[in-house]
C-alpha cells in the first residue's frame, strides 16, 4: 500500500529536517525551510535600523482598487494605506506572469537580464543577488510566506530567506474551493487546490513579526497572497456586496488580510520602524483584448500594478506620484530607503527622488515588459513592449503604438498614424534588449508533479523553447500574429482547464483539435498526451509517448505514460524494456524506479523487483522515496525468502528520516517494519503519528484506507500488512 501510494502522493511532500520520530509532528514549524540554504550574518549591524515588509499581491491590476479609481467596495485597507503613505500612479510589470515578474521585483533585473521567461522551466540562477540576500547580510532575519507553488524553493527565488514557507509544506492551510459535480446531490463538491488561503499568510506572517520584535534584530518578511488568481472563489459570503464580480470579491479578501498586517504593526509600535511596501506581479485580462486571464498579451490590462510605499516618517503622508515607474525599481528604492547601496549591474533606479522631491529625478526609465508564451506555444516571435513617456510600442508581426495617457484601455493603434514614432519606438526597443540582455536561459526540468501542480492552478505548463537568443528574436518577427491566436490560446487554457475538472477525455478532443491547427506546438502536443494518459487511452497514448521522446529522450510524463501505456496493452517485455531503460536514464527519479519495481511486482517477480530497488538505492542511496520502496518491499514480500525484518525496519528509519518524518506513506512502511519485527506497541504508535499527518491534507483514499486496515490489523494482534 505504501509503495502504490507513492505514485499518488504529491512529491511536494518534502520537509528539508532530518528528524524521524514524534518531534517530527510537533516541531513541524519551527523547523521549515531547512532546506534553503542560511545566509551569515555580518557584523555591524547598527541598532534601530528599519524592518522590511514586501507584501505582492498575485494577479491583481491597479484598477481594482478604490485608490486607482474603482467603484467597487474591494479596497478599504490599501486605499487607507496609500493616503497614509506614498502611491505609485502609473507601473509597469516586467511581465504578465508569476515567476519572472516576482524575479525582477527580488533582484531588480528585468527578464532579459536574470533570463526567467516563463512560469515553468525556469529557475532564478543562485549567481543573481536577490533582495533578501542583501539584507541577510545585513543582519536581517529574513521569511517568505508563499502562497502558490509557481514560485516555491524550486524557482531559486527563496535564495536569502531563512525561512520559505509554501504550499507543499505541512504546516499550513490551503485554499478550498467548490466545483460542479452532477454525481453530487448538492450539485458540487469540495477540493483542495495547492494553493494558500491568504488568512493562512497573514497568521504565519504575523507569528513571524511577534518573534523577530522579541529578538531585537531588524527582519525582512515577504507576503505573497495568491487569492485573486483563478479560480475566483473567495471564503463562502465573505463580501455579499461583491458576489456579482467573483474577482473583485477576491481583491476585497487579500486587502482584508493586507489591513489585518498593517494593523498589528501599528497596535504593535512597528510603525515607525518598518518600511511597508505593496506591489502585485501582474493583472488581469478580465476578458479585455480578448484574454480573460493573464500571460499571453503585454498590455495594460496584465501589465499595470499597484505600489505603495507606507510606514516611517520618513516616507511622505498623501503623497501621489505620477511619473511612470517599473516593478524593477523597488530594490533600488528599497534600499535606498535603509540607507544601503544596490549591487551592480542591477536595471532598477531609485524612486525615492520622486518621492522626496530632495534631488532631481531625472526622465523616468523606459518600462520594457515581454510575454514568451506565444512563442513557447505558438512559434511567433516573444511579445515585447516598451514605454516611453506617454507612448507605448508593442513589438510583433503587426507592430502596436499607443499614447496611453490619452487611450489607456489601449483601445486605438497609433501605427499607421506616426511611422516615425513607431520606427524610433522599435529601434528603442532593439538596442534596450541588445545592450540590457544577457542571454541568460535559467533554465530547469520541470518533473511531473510539479508541472501538474502549476497547471491545476492555470498554469500552461508551457515550457520555454530549448534553444533561444534575445538578440536573433528581436532582429526578426515571425508570425502568425499572436492576436490572432488568442482564440487558441483560450482553447489551450479550457483544455487544461478540463484536467482540472476530471474531464481527460474532453480536454484530449480539445487538444487534438488545437494540434491539428498548430502540428509543430510541443505544448500542445504535451497536453494531449497528459490527456491520454488521464484518459487510460493507452493505444492512442503510446504514438504519442514515443514521437515526445523520439525528440527528448528525457521527457518524465511521456517515459512514464510510454511505460504504463505498454503495459496496459499487454506489451510486457516491450514495458519491461522501457521501465528499465528509463531507470537507467532517470537514476534518482523515484517515479521510474518505482514504476519499474511495481510493474515486477505485478508479474510476481519478486526476486526482479527487489534487485531493481537495490540496483536504484547504490545509484541513489540518499533517495527517500526509493529507501521506502525497498523497504517495504523487505517488509511486505510474498517470498518468504526475500522479508527481511531488520534491513526494512534500517530502510524504512532512513526513508522516514529523509525527509523530516512528515510523510504518513512512509511512516505506513515503518510501522509495518516494526511490526514485522514483533513491535506491534510502536507500529501503533508510529501510526498514530500518521494519522496526525492525515489531517493536516487531502490523502488519496487508498493511502488512508490502508493505513487504516493496518491500524486495525495490528490491534488485532497480527503483524502482516498484506502485499501491495
Not at 495490528?714 to 503483524?719: D, H, K, V
Request: hydrophobic share 40%.
Amino acid at each position: 500500500m505504501a509503495a502504490l501510494a507513492l505514485g499518488l502522493l504529491s512529491c511536494d511532500d518534502r520537509a528539508g529536517t532530518d528528524l524521524a520520530g514524534e518531534t517530527a509532528v510537533r516541531d513541524l514549524e519551527r523547523t521549515r525551510g531547512e532546506a534553503v540554504r542560511r545566509p551569515s550574518r555580518s557584523e555591524g549591524v547598527s541598532q534601530g535600523r528599519a524592518n522590511l515588509v514586501l507584501i505582492t499581491l498575485d494577479t491583481a491590476r491597479a484598477d481594482a482598487f478604490g485608490v486607482y479609481g474603482q467603484t467597487l467596495p474591494t479596497s478599504p485597507a490599501i486605499d487607507r494605506m496609500a493616503r497614509e503613505g506614498v502611491l505609485f500612479d502609473d507601473v509597469t510589470s516586467a511581465s504578465p506572469s508569476t515567476l519572472p515578474s516576482h524575479a525582477t521585483i527580488l533582484t531588480g533585473l528585468l527578464p532579459i537580464a536574470h533570463g526567467v521567461r516563463s512560469n515553468t522551466g525556469y529557475v532564478l540562477s543562485e549567481q543573481e543577488t536577490t533582495l533578501a540576500e542583501i539584507l541577510a547580510g545585513r543582519g536581517y532575519v529574513t521569511a517568505a510566506e508563499i502562497a502558490a507553488p509557481v514560485i516555491g524553493r524550486e524557482t531559486g527565488l527563496a535564495q536569502g530567506f531563512a525561512a520559505y514557507r509554501e504550499p507543499g509544506d505541512f504546516d499550513i492551510e490551503r485554499k478550498q474551493i467548490l466545483l460542479a459535480d452532477v454525481s453530487s446531490e448538492e450539485g458540487r463538491r469540495r477540493i483542495e487546490v495547492h494553493e494558500r488561503d491568504g488568512a493562512d499568510i497573514t497568521r504565519r506572517g504575523l507569528e513571524f513579526v511577534a518573534e523577530a520584535r522579541k529578538s531585537g534584530q531588524p527582519f525582512f518578511l515577504w507576503l505573497h497572497y495568491f487569492d485573486p488568481h483563478v479560480v475566483y472563489q473567495a471564503r463562502s459570503g465573505f463580501h455579499p456586496d461583491l458576489d456579482a464580480s467573483p474577482y473583485h470579491e477576491e481583491i476585497r479578501y487579500v486587502d482584508h488580510q493586507v489591513g489585518r498586517i498593517l494593523d498589528a504593526l501599528r497596535e504593535g509600535g512597528l510603525r515607525e520602524r518598518t518600511l511597508v511596501v505593496l506591489t502585485a506581479d501582474h493583472g488581469e485580462g478580465l476578458g479585455e483584448h480578448d484574454e480573460q486571464t493573464h500571460s499571453f498579451f503585454v498590455y495594460d490590462s496584465t501589465l499595470r500594478v499597484p505600489l505603495v510605499l507606507w510606514g516611517p516618517q520618513s516616507v511622505p503622508r498623501g503623497r501621489r506620484v505620477k511619473a511612470p515607474v517599473r516593478t524593477a525599481d523597488i530594490v533600488p528604492t528599497v534600499l535606498d530607503w535603509l540607507r544601503l547601496p544596490s549591487p551592480p549591474g542591477i536595471q532598477g533606479r531609485s524612486l525615492r527622488p520622486f518621492v522626496t522631491g530632495r534631488t532631481q529625478p531625472g526622465p523616468p526609465a523606459p518600462g520594457y515588459a515581454e510575454s514568451i508564451e506565444p512563442l513557447a506555444l505558438f512559434g511567433t516571435s516573444m511579445l515585447r513592449s516598451l514605454r516611453v513617456g506617454p507612448w507605448k510600442y508593442i513589438h510583433k508581426l503587426e507592430p502596436e503604438l499607443y499614447r496611453v495617457d490619452e487611450d489607456p484601455g489601449e483601445l486605438r493603434n497609433r501605427a499607421a498614424d506616426h511611422p516615425e514614432r513607431l520606427e524610433e519606438m522599435r529601434q528603442r526597443l532593439v538596442a534596450f534588449v541588445r545592450e540590457g540582455g544577457r542571454d541568460r536561459q535559467a533554465r530547469e526540468e520541470l518533473d511531473a508533479t510539479r508541472r501538474a501542480q502549476l497547471q491545476a492552478l492555470g498554469y500552461l505548463g508551457i515550457e520555454s523553447p530549448g534553444t533561444f537568443s534575445d538578440g536573433e528574436d528581436i532582429g526578426t518577427v515571425r508570425g502568425p500574429d499572436p492576436v490572432r491566436s488568442v482564440g487558441d490560446f483560450d482553447a489551450f487554457l479550457a483544455a487544461h482547464r478540463a484536467l482540472f475538472e476530471d474531464d481527460p477525455v474532453g480536454a484530449a478532443a480539445l487538444f487534438r483539435e488545437l494540434l491539428d491547427r498548430h502540428p509543430d506546438s510541443v505544448a500542445i502536443r504535451l497536453g494531449w498526451l497528459e490527456a491520454l494518459l488521464e484518459a487510460e487511452r493507452w493505444s492512442e497514448l503510446v504514438p504519442v509517448a514515443q514521437a515526445v521522446l523520439a525528440d527528448d529522450p528525457t521527457h518524465g510524463l511521456a517515459a512514464e505514460g510510454l511505460g504504463m501505456g505498454l503495459a496496459r496493452l499487454g506489451r510486457l517485455e516491450e514495458a519491461e524494456a522501457h521501465w528499465r531503460r528509463a531507470a537507467d536514464r532517470f537514476p534518482c527519479h523515484s517515479d521510474m524506479t518505482s514504476r519499474l519495481a511495481l510493474f515486477l511486482g505485478e508479474q510476481g517477480r519478486e526476486v526482479d523487483r527487489v534487485e531493481s530497488l537495490e540496483a536504484a538505492l547504490e545509484r541513489c542511496p540518499r533517495s527517500g522515496p526509493i529507501l521506502n520502496d525497498l523497504a517495504w518491499a523487505r517488509a511486505t514480500s510474498k517470498d518468504e525468502s526475500l522479508r527481511q525484518a531488520a534491513a526494512a525496519l534500517r530502510l524504512a528509519k532512513a526513508a522516514v528520516a529523509s525527509e523530516g518524518g512528515v510523510r504518513p506513506d512512509f511512516l505506513d512502511t515503518l510501522a509495518c517494519a516494526q511490526a514485522g519485527a514483533g513491535d506491534l506497541e510502536g507500529a501503533l504508535q508510529t501510526l498514530d503519528r500518521a494519522f496526525r499527518l492525515l489531517r493536516l491534507r487531502d490523502y488519496p483514499d487508498a493511502l488512508v484506507a490502508g493505513i487504516e486496515a493496518h491500524r486495525r490489523s495490528f490491534e488485532g494482534g497480527s503483524s502482516g500488512c498484506g502485499s501491495p
